[in-house]
């Protein structure tokens, strides 16, 4: 079946550190890949997405590249800062069939002064 | 501005008491969700609606129902028999089940058993 694996956190970093977060999929044919955020208490937003191989989301500094040779859709930025702290979600949506969104587990970032 | 409600924000229930989370939406989504997040566990799925009357059950479907008979609302029971249901809530909604511009998310319901 289609699944998402990130990287398991947490991620601490100093402010203006470089940032990856990685995440791989699995699955048939092409997925939608997206990045979700979810600052503390709240619920989850879209960051970024791409719908097809070589495509690059990106959004407030962060960027992912959809690798199909890989499967992966790594997220970047070049310099975070504190208020990045949150949880990074990975999903992907399978373009046939009637199956929502899948989501991997979340990864925790920690941006220190 | 459209978007997606969920209330209460805090919920707590006795043990054994059936407890009823809103979720609301005015984006003329068809397909709604639930979700419930625990530490360390990501997002699990319990049920999702591709449209009016209709719902399937997702990955942890039990102790927990649902209806759908506007298209708005997706209210969420969390009945007696979930065993451990303090955890975080959360509902989203999409045009499609499949889409190219994923969900919007609520701002959640965080329950607790007391």
């Known amino acids: 079946g289609n699944s998402v694996t990130q990287m398991e956190g947490p991620v601490t970093l100093s402010e203006e550190a470089f940032l990856t977060i990685n995440c791989t999929y699995t699955?048939?044919?092409?997925?939608?890949l997206f990045w979700y955020v979810q600052y503390p208490g709240e619920g989850l937003q879209l960051l970024l997405k791409a719908t097809k191989a070589d495509d690059k989301g990106s959004n407030k500094g962060f960027e992912a590249t959809y690798r199909k040779e890989t499967t992966s859709f790594h997220l970047e930025k070049g310099s975070v800062q504190v208020s990045d702290s949150a949880v990074y979600f990975c999903?992907?949506?399978?373009?046939?069939?009637?199956?929502?969104?899948?989501f991997g587990k979340g990864t925790r970032l920690s941006v220190i002064a | 501005d459209g978007g997606i409600t969920q209330s209460p924000k805090y919920l707590f229930r006795k043990e054994g008491q059936n407890v009823t989370l809103s979720c609301e939406q005015n984006l003329n989504h068809d397909a709604m969700y639930w979700y419930r997040q625990d530490p360390g566990q990501g997002l699990r799925l319990i049920y999702y609606?591709?449209?009016?009357?209709?719902?399937q059950k997702g990955d942890i479907a039990e102790g927990y129902s649902v209806s759908r008979e506007k298209k708005e609302s997706f209210p969420l029971t969390v009945t007696s028999a979930q065993k451990n249901p303090t955890a975080f809530y959360l509902c989203?909604?999409?045009?499609?089940?499949?889409?190219?511009?994923?969900?919007?998310f609520g701002s959640g319901t965080r329950l607790t058993v007391v």
């Open positions: 609606s591709q449209i009016v009357n209709d719902f």
């Open positions: 999903a992907l949506s399978y373009n046939s069939g009637n199956t929502p969104l899948v």
């Open positions: 699955a048939t044919g092409y997925p939608s």
């Open positions: 989203a909604s999409s045009i499609a089940l499949r889409n190219l511009d994923g969900y919007t």
